[in-house]
């Protein structure tokens, strides 16, 4: 299959920012929500949440396409797309799940969305970081040398400690 792009950018790259942006700040006005009781708050997280389900489809799509052309002899890189995919699909799953029970509750959201949109948060970051590993560790469509290659890095805090348990945790599924 070839690859998807849009204006010379990756598909895939260009759709998912906005099911991370639109699902990351659901759990924001949930909790905003159960702090005041104010509907507003509870009725910005369904429709964000339900903007982030219908973004987070396309952006599978595109990304779907962008790991068929992943060569079978790349196994590390294919390791981080399986849990890049494999967590993309749990968060899918979470934020249907949740987008139905505020469907079908009075309130359109409490403590069962906000858990839900809380946890779809926590698999939307370990997702990025394995997307990040995707691009800055394989290449992954990533078109000739960086510029800023030689640019010194600066780190957070604990982030060795993050990279570890990620690696760790992939490696143990794979």
Known sequence: ????????HPLHAVLSDWPVALLSTVSVFDALYLQTRKMSYAKTAQYLQTGGLFAGLL??????AEYTTIPDRHRELKSDANMHA???IGVMGLTGLS?????????PSGKL????????????????????EMVYRHGMRVKGVSPVE????????????????LSSFSSRLA
């Open 113 to 132: 969305p906000f858990l839900l949109s809380f946890v779809s948060s926590l698999g939307l970051l370990a997702s990025a970081w394995y997307g990040g």
């Open 1 to 8: 299959m070839p690859r998807l792009t849009v204006a010379g």
């Open 99 to 107: 987008v139905y029970v505020r469907k079908k509750g009075q309130v």
């Open 59 to 64: 952006a599978a799509l595109a990304g779907v």
């Open 86 to 88: 494999i967590l993309n």
């Open 150 to 165: 030689d640019t010194p890095e600066l780190e957070i805090p604990m982030s060795n400690r993050v990279s570890h348990a």
